[in-house]
């Protein structure tokens, strides 16, 4: 089972006009778009100017030794790579191992999932999921939703749905 969400506005359905709550845009065109995996909206992410551009958002840091669990539906032009990583700024990276170096290029709705362990001792003060364009891509589409990062938790009770009290005879 996960415990608490890190991230806000995971599910892309609050926007502060053209950006969506919490979210840092980094010279991309972001949109708040109908095509979405569910709920309401999506972020619709175009026309990077440069590499590695793209959105993200800064949060309480990882806590070194915790097992976190990313997870977060994409859906692509099918031509361009998304580089989708969850990092402590300036020490780690932790890509996902669906391609080298984290990059995914989805053709339709689909869901990028990966589990990593935090290396840094303690607790980095910030870490940073993103979604960016991959090397040497300047051009493409994207659509980003339902995305998460939580820890995992060992909650068997919690993820049975039993009651804590419960005795066996």
Known sequence: TLG?????????????????????????????????????????????????????????GLTGGVTYKVTAWVYGDGTNALRIKASDIDTTDYNHSSGAGGYVYPEEWTKVSWNFTATKAGTDTTSQISFTSGTSVTAGTWYIDDVSLAPVTNDLVGYWGLDATATSN
């Open 4 to 60: 608490t969400e890190e991230l806000l506005n995971g599910d892309m359905e609050s926007w502060s006009g053209d950006t969506p709550s919490n979210w840092t845009v980094d010279i991309v065109t972001v949109t708040k778009s109908t095509n979405k995996h569910s709920g309401s909206y999506a972020l619709k992410m175009t026309n990077p100017t440069a590499q590695y551009k793209g959105v993200y958002q800064n949060f309480d």
